[in-house]
């Protein structure tokens, strides 16, 4: 089966523009959610979803955005971004509610902010 | 708040040393989860091991041992006869509800050959 996948790769941008990131879950998962990973540092809770509605938000700015599509698939939307928003974005997809589950990580979108 | 801290930056190790790595956390929730993730340089997190507030039995899984200790709120990671593959930065995370994990800063590991 396919892991978590997330688009682009690397992206960069200037700052004030605005930028969407993608993460396509793992066939079967419900619930998604996003880290912000700055470098030198460890991987910050940004959103989770589950079922399309948002059910959880970490102390990001309103800059932050993202929705859940009724495939489970998300995007993650950042405006006017800023110099410190450059960092590797973490998608990660799990199945709440399961005895074991955790969460698997996708290879994450590195974003240059310039 | 729930935190979790892990004091040691970087280690560097000769291959086939043994090397332990802390992870100190703090909550108020009586039953929490707690996780190792390994990044490797290509930066995705692999999950290493996810343990719940209850069982307090030490795991071990070939190479890797982990120790929870709830009496030290300390969840330690140990790699045996470490192998330069082992370099890395290894996050210790704790669970709040929701599913929100709470990272450290992480541990560089180096294994020099």
């Known amino acids: 089966d396919a892991g978590v996948t997330q688009s682009p790769t690397h992206l960069i941008k200037t700052r004030g523009q605005q930028v969407t990131l993608r993460c396509s879950p793992i066939s079967g998962h419900k619930s998604v959610s996003w880290y912000q990973q700055v470098l030198g540092q460890g991987p910050q809770f940004i959103f989770q979803?589950?079922?399309?509605?948002?059910?959880g938000r970490g102390n990001f700015p309103d800059r932050f955005s993202a929705r859940q599509f009724p495939n489970y698939s998300s995007e993650l939307n950042v405006n006017a971004l800023l110099l410190g928003d450059s960092a590797l974005y973490l998608c990660?997809?799990?199945?709440?509610?399961?005895?074991?589950?955790?969460?698997?990580f996708g290879p994450g979108t590195r974003l240059t902010v310039t | 708040a729930q935190k979790v801290t892990q004091a040691q930056t970087e280690i560097s190790v000769v291959e086939k040393e043994d090397v332990t790595l802390d992870c100190v956390y703090e909550t108020r929730d009586t039953t929490y989860y707690l996780f190792w993730y390994k990044q490797p340089p290509s930066g995705e997190l692999v999950f290493l091991i996810r343990?719940?507030?209850?069982?307090?039995q030490n795991e071990i899984s070939g190479r890797y041992s982990w120790n929870f200790q709830k009496s030290t709120s300390s969840f330690n990671f140990t790699i045996t006869a470490s192998q330069v593959v082992d370099s890395a930065v290894y996050f210790c995370a704790l669970e709040e509800y929701g599913n929100k994990l709470v990272f450290g800063a992480g541990t560089i590991l180096r294994v020099k050959s």
């Open positions: 990660a997809s799990s199945v709440p509610g399961q005895p074991n589950y955790e969460q698997y």
């Open positions: 979803y589950y079922e399309k509605e948002e059910r």
């Open positions: 343990r719940n507030s209850f069982d307090e």
